[in-house]
């Protein structure tokens, strides 16, 4: 389990580095879609006056791409839309440096209504996020960019997000074809050797090592469960006999 989190921790890593372009049209109600990617605008809305359904900005994700249910990759890429009207070094900082801006989101399957992932505060720049599809391919994808400074003097700011919607291994060859372009031949030779090297682990033997320990931990706990009953038995005896010999005692006192 370790392993597998630091391989993908190793794999978003590489991946935040990978620039993706594709086609939009444009589309109704600030939002482009374009098969797996989507882009909306996200108007800063104060919290205070705000309706959560009317000020909610959702679209439906369709990945009928995903024939096999493989794990899904959410890149998320937040920008700010500047306002050219705002003087930010004579008015300071803006609510969301104050942090009392912030973008939430959450993904939820259309047919089964489950919750599948949600984030508060998504930041500024480039966030994957990893989905596993219960055989759904439609999912319902929403976002909030809520202010919570109701003051005169709040400098709150709209937003650009744009996600790309791809399956794991698609990603995991955008990585490699990455790495070849991007990286000195020695560079390239480690950082495939390192993929390897957890490929092996994270195989059949990384699997077969973990039921070894499981069954000595298991074999473990119950051995010490049984050293316990036992001691406990024999301090009970030893509790029983002492207790006797202590009422003997006392009568062959007194009545002596």
């Not at 996020?129 to 929403?142: A, D, G, M, R, W």
């Not at 909030?144 to 744009?162: A, E, L």
Request: aromatic share 12%; glycine share 4%; net charge negative.
């Amino acid at each position: 389990m370790i392993v597998n989190t630091i391989r993908f921790v190793i794999f978003l890593q590489l991946t935040a580095a990978i620039s993706f372009t594709s086609k939009e049209k444009s589309h109704k109600d600030h939002k482009d879609i374009n098969d797996n990617v989507l882009k909306m605008f996200l108007p800063a809305i104060k919290y205070t006056t705000s309706h959560e359904t009317k000020d909610t900005y959702c679209a439906i994700l369709n990945t009928t791409f995903n024939n096999n249910n493989e794990d899904l990759v959410l890149t998320f890429n937040v920008q700010d839309k500047k306002q050219d009207a705002y003087d930010y070094e004579r008015f300071g900082q803006s609510s969301e440096m104050r942090g009392k801006q912030v973008v939430d989101f959450f993904v939820s399957g259309i047919e089964s209504k489950d919750l599948y992932r949600s984030r508060r505060g998504l930041k500024n720049g480039e966030t994957n996020i990893v989905i596993s599809p219960n055989h759904e391919n439609l999912f319902k994808l929403c976002f909030h960019n809520f202010v919570f400074d109701g003051s005169w003097n709040s400098i709150d700011i709209d937003k650009y997000v744009t996600v790309v919607v791809s399956k794991v291994d698609q990603r995991e060859n955008d990585v490699a074809s990455y790495i070849y372009t991007a990286f000195q031949p020695d560079t390239q030779e480690r950082m495939m050797d390192i993929i390897v090297e957890l490929d092996e682990i994270t195989g059949s033997q990384g699997n077969k090592q973990m039921l070894q320990i499981e069954e000595f931990i298991r074999n473990k706990n119950e051995n010490t469960f049984d050293k316990l009953l036992y001691e406990m038995v024999s301090y009970t005896f030893v509790v029983i006999i002492s207790s006797i010999v202590q009422v003997w005692y006392i009568k062959r006192k007194v009545f002596k």
